[in-house]
């Protein structure tokens, strides 16, 4: 490449980075907010790990409440993901303004109420005891989830160790997806899916009993285990950034908290998904005192930080 098409790259990469800084965040958060909302209920409908064009009946029901879980989780991460992906593009700052938590999040939580048509047509076409319009109930979920996306959004902007959390938090919710989109090609049957869990059923045959149970066990072992890990390495790596131990204690269980508050987001526990809710609770319980004691450890060993935040 010739020096003068270097230069002329160089001008007009600079020219769309300068351009695309003068975008103001109220205007690019709800964008991005939006796609989170809308994309994600739909890749997971498309790799089937959220169904709704089904009956939730005779046994099934507890895949209707796990659907509408997952709605609000899809929905809060939203709005913290618009605001932080815009803050980012357009080279914000680490430090945040405090108009920022008005002119920010409330524009990223209008683009993710974008998603409640979306989910309501998803949701349609499905057959639920005791709901006469599923379509409407799952779209509710929408704005109750983006009012937790609220709270979430304002906690990642007064801390980058919360911001960590919630990212380490989806990374590994849509991995376990992955995993569970995976084996619902071998499965004999599965519904929709549990937030950083796997629920499926294998014919009878294909996978012997005794494995089948061994994998369950390992399965709930890890899903136990492994956002633990995840919050002990968010809070230690938070107070080595210059994060306070409170703060790194907060980033390193806000995601678990977050899958909490997406279970109980519409009030009391569904019936039939009380096992998911309890390992949600129990991966929570596990990733406090992970945190707790990473944060701990990380100050004592590098006692020359100072809070940051």
Not at 18 to 23: G, I, K, M, T
Not at 113 to 125: E, G, H, I
Not at 236 to 247: E, K, N
Not at 265 to 285: K, M, N, Q, S
């Amino acid at each position: 490449m010739s020096r003068d098409m270097l230069a002329n790259a160089t001008v007009s990469t600079t020219v769309r980075e300068d351009a695309l800084s003068r975008v103001p965040v109220p205007a690019l958060a709800p964008v991005i907010a939006a796609a989170f909302a809308i994309g994600q209920p739909l890749l997971a409908h498309l790799i089937g790990i959220l169904r709704w064009d089904q009956c939730f009946c005779g046994g099934a029901e507890a895949g209707w409440g796990l659907g509408l879980a997952a709605v609000l989780w899809y929905t809060a991460i939203s709005v913290p993901a618009g605001l932080l992906i815009a803050r980012r593009l357009i080279g914000r700052p680490a430090r945040v303004r405090p108009s920022e938590f008005v002119s920010g999040i409330v524009p990223a939580a209008l683009g993710a109420l974008l998603a409640t048509p979306v989910v309501a047509t998803l949701a349609r076409s499905a057959v639920v005891p005791g709901v006469d319009y599923p379509g409407l109930t799952a779209g509710f979920g929408v704005p109750v989830g983006a009012a937790i996306g609220v709270l979430a959004a304002g906690a990642a902007l007064a801390s980058a160790a919360v911001i960590r959390g919630l990212v380490a938090s989806w990374l590994w919710v849509w991995s376990v997806g992955l995993v569970a989109a995976v084996l619902l090609l071998l499965a004999e049957s599965g519904g929709p899916q549990p937030l950083g869990g796997v629920d499926v059923a294998f014919a009878d045959g294909r996978v012997a009993d005794g494995l089948l149970r061994a994998m369950s066990d390992v399965g709930w072992l890890i899903a136990l285990v492994a956002p633990a890990v995840a919050a002990a390495f968010v809070a230690y790596r938070s107070v080595r950034s210059g994060s306070g131990a409170a703060a790194a204690m907060l980033g390193g269980a806000a995601g678990a908290l977050l899958i909490v508050a997406a279970y109980r987001g519409r009030g009391d526990v569904p019936t039939g998904y009380e096992p998911w809710y309890a390992l949600a609770i129990a991966e929570f319980a596990l990733s406090a005192v992970a945190a707790v004691a990473a944060a701990l450890f990380a100050r004592v060993r590098f006692p020359v930080r100072g809070p940051a935040g």
